[in-house]
């Protein structure tokens, strides 16, 4: 408990010294993200589809659903990669699709692909995209070197990346999406093909991550990930989204015993029957 | 635009050129152990005969039996040679200095005499008024200097009538650039198309680059950065103009260690790697045209060929030894233009400000930076960056 008090003041006092700017839109109360209708469609198929919610400040919110179910696409209209059909998402007060810059500056977004320049260090790796964020030469070493150690890599931050393991590199590509301490983190299947040791990890580090003020969307089809870490999760199924709540009200009001067991309720499926 | 996030993304882009091998040996070892193997082994290529321009001083025009009439119109025969008549030296030099001819020949006054006296006593030497017609050749062309003598040579002896060339003759040919002290080499040839040959493989390298970082997610990270496309372009581009002078240095201490010492001041040699700077964008472009219309790094790599290899063949070293159909194709590709200027300059003692090489450097401009242009707005409009 000690080590993790620690770790969490260090992440508090970077927030404090940090020079880069990072105010919210133009109403510090208003929700973090706010989806509204959103509709997204490649060519004939309807990736997206009328879906409608809000994840308040500091909130850990969980994005559930198979492969193929509209994961992905949302997050990706909320960091501003792919423009909606119609609807709209707007990020710290910030409309991803007229104000994309400022919304950018306000979000890590952790891939879902195991991104990493595999020719630099993984220190290279954390201080490219510092530098990316126009972090300050002092800031950028100090959360570089807390993260690295953190997520387990401070040993081998000086070995180039094309030598990690696979869960290597994604602890390291959830670093290259935290290095600027955004408001908020989109964290898209991040311990996907990890070993339970580094899941753990990672999970721990989440957790931290909300206790330091920071709002999480985390998108995952481990149903117990989502039970162990999310206030609220959204599943979403065929571009819908089809229930919303906390883990714990969603399972009593199905009458279940986890949300794996909700989602067969409510598509009749197991949600990794499709990956 | 945040200098911070190009110079950091430029820094990322020539860490991967140092640190990934097969970056390493496509841009800078293969170049110069390829310019080294084919240097050694080319020979002509090309199916067409080629049409060399010869600029001519007649300066036997004032005789009346005019005899110099005569060889030139057997010259014209050949259908090899395509002659232009200047009025003086000079200007015929200035042109063979731009590359606009392959030689000067200068018909000295007495040639009609001198043909005159061997027709009277063709069996008696001692008798024949002995003229020299003089040859220049331009330095900047290896084809001009081995095919133009022995054509006028062979043509001349057949116009005096004598069945060998080995028999005396009363009117010589003096190949005035092969009197001078140091003799032009093949080395001295191809060096202008090495600077642009070396650069060429960037079309690749940054085909596969793009390609690369698209297949692996490495670009979709970077655009939800609040990097600007304004700034990440611009950080490719000057990471490849980094590298192409780096080529364009490493080739010039590789000629010069060899031997190549062409007499030009250090404004010369400026002025040859601004030219190698700016040729480098159109490879940029190309590359991203490439990346734009391949959907993998492996397809990049083979498709990239496509603009690698006209630009090689027609616009390099290679270029001058093929077939005129060749040679006029390759004033469509930049690589043509860039060569040219450094063959006036390097092996013609063309001055900067001359209309040629000022002519090459507005091509190259213009047309590099219409492909770079090209390249940009289509991989954008494809693949957002």
């Known amino acids: 408990m000690i080590g993790l008090e620690f770790q969490l003041n260090i992440i508090r006092q970077d927030n404090n010294t940090r020079p880069v700017k990072k105010n919210m839109g133009a109403n510090v109360n208003e929700s973090a993200i706010v989806i509204e209708n959103l509709v997204k469609k490649f060519e004939d198929v309807t990736a997206v589809d009328g879906v409608s919610l809000q994840v308040a400040r500091g909130e850990l919110f969980g994005l559930l659903g198979p492969n193929g179910a509209g994961k992905t696409t949302t997050i990706n209209i909320l960091c501003g990669l792919t423009k909606p059909t119609s609807g709209s998402a707007s990020v710290g007060g910030y409309d991803m699709q007229k104000e994309p810059e400022k919304g950018k500056e306000l979000i890590g977004v952790c891939v879902q692909e195991t991104a990493v320049y595999p020719y630099l260090t993984g220190a290279e790796n954390v201080e490219l995209f510092g530098n990316l964020y126009t972090m300050g030469k002092n800031a950028l070493k100090t959360r570089c070197d807390m993260l690295l150690e953190r997520m387990g890599l401070i040993e081998d931050a000086k070995r180039k990346a094309e030598k990690y393991s696979g869960g290597m590199k994604r602890r390291l590509s959830v670093i290259l999406a935290l290095i600027h301490d955004p408001q908020i983190a989109f964290l898209d299947e991040p311990t996907v093909a990890l070993d339970p040791q580094s899941r753990r990890a990672v999970w721990d580090f989440i957790k931290e991550l909300k206790e330091g003020g920071k709002t999480i969307v985390l998108t995952t089809h481990y149903m117990e990930e989502a039970e162990e870490l999310c206030d609220r999760v959204g599943i979403i199924d065929h ?10 009200d969603l399972i009593l009001k199905n009458g279940v015993k986890n949300l794996e067991e909700v989602f067969i309720k409510l598509t009749g499926r197991k949600i990794r029957e499709e990956i | 635009m945040k200098l911070q996030r190009v110079v950091a993304l430029t820094k990322k882009e020539m860490k991967k050129t140092v640190r990934e091998p097969a970056v390493l040996f496509m841009i800078f070892l293969f170049p110069i152990v390829f310019v080294f193997a084919f240097g050694a082994s080319f020979g002509g290529v090309g199916g067409g005969q080629p ?36 009025a003086s030296n000079q200007t015929a030099q200035n042109d063979l200095s731009q590359g606009k001819i392959q030689a000067v020949m200068i018909i000295p006054d007495r040639f009609s005499q001198s043909f005159a006296s061997y027709q009277a006593t063709p ?20 084809v001009a200097t081995q095919a133009i003598p022995p054509i006028i040579q062979q043509t001349l002896t057949a116009f005096i009538g004598q069945k060998q060339q080995v028999i005396p003759n009363p009117i010589h ?14 080395l001295d040839f191809i060096t202008p198309g090495m600077f642009t040959f070396a650069s060429i493989f960037l079309i690749m390298m940054v085909a596969q680059s793009f390609a690369q970082d698209r297949e692996n997610g490495m670009m979709k990270r970077i655009r939800i950065t609040p990097t600007t496309p304004t700034e990440f372009m611009t950080s ?10 780096i080529q364009a240095a490493l080739v010039f201490v590789m000629v010069y260690l060899l ?24 490879n940029v472009g190309f590359g991203l045209i490439t990346a734009t219309v391949t959907k993998s790094s492996g397809a990049a790599t083979g498709v990239s060929f496509l603009f690698v290899l006209p630009q090689l063949f027609l616009g390099t070293f290679v270029g001058a030894s093929l077939s005129s159909d060749a040679q006029l194709a390759g004033k469509f590709v930049p690589s043509y233009y860039v060569t040219d200027a450094l063959t006036s300059l390097f092996l013609r003692g063309a001055a900067i400000i001359s209309p040629t090489v000022l002519l090459d450097l507005a091509v190259v401009s213009v047309s590099c930076a219409a492909i770079l242009t090209i390249g940009i707005v289509l991989y954008a409009k494809y693949f957002k960056i």
């Open chain 1, 239 to 248: 571009g819908r989204l089809i229930a919303l709540g906390s883990p714990k």
């Open chain 2, 236 to 245: 490719q581009v000057l990471s490849y103009m980094v590298i192409a002078l």
């Open chain 2, 51 to 86: 049409i060399y321009n010869v600029g001519v001083v007649n300066m036997d025009q004032a005789n009346p039996s005019n005899s110099s009439q005569m060889f030139l119109a057997a010259l014209s025969n050949t259908k090899i040679l395509s002659l232009q008549v200047y």
């Open chain 2, 123 to 142: 069996n008696d030497p001692t008798k024949w008024v002995n003229a020299t017609i003089l040859l220049y050749l331009d330095k900047g062309s290896i």
């Open chain 2, 259 to 282: 031997g190549f010492r062409p007499n030009v001041g250090i404004p010369v040699y400026a002025f040859a790697f601004i030219l190698v700077l700016i040729f480098s964008l159109s």
């Open chain 2, 173 to 186: 040919i003096e190949t005035a650039s092969l009197v001078e002290v140091k003799q032009t080499s093949t």
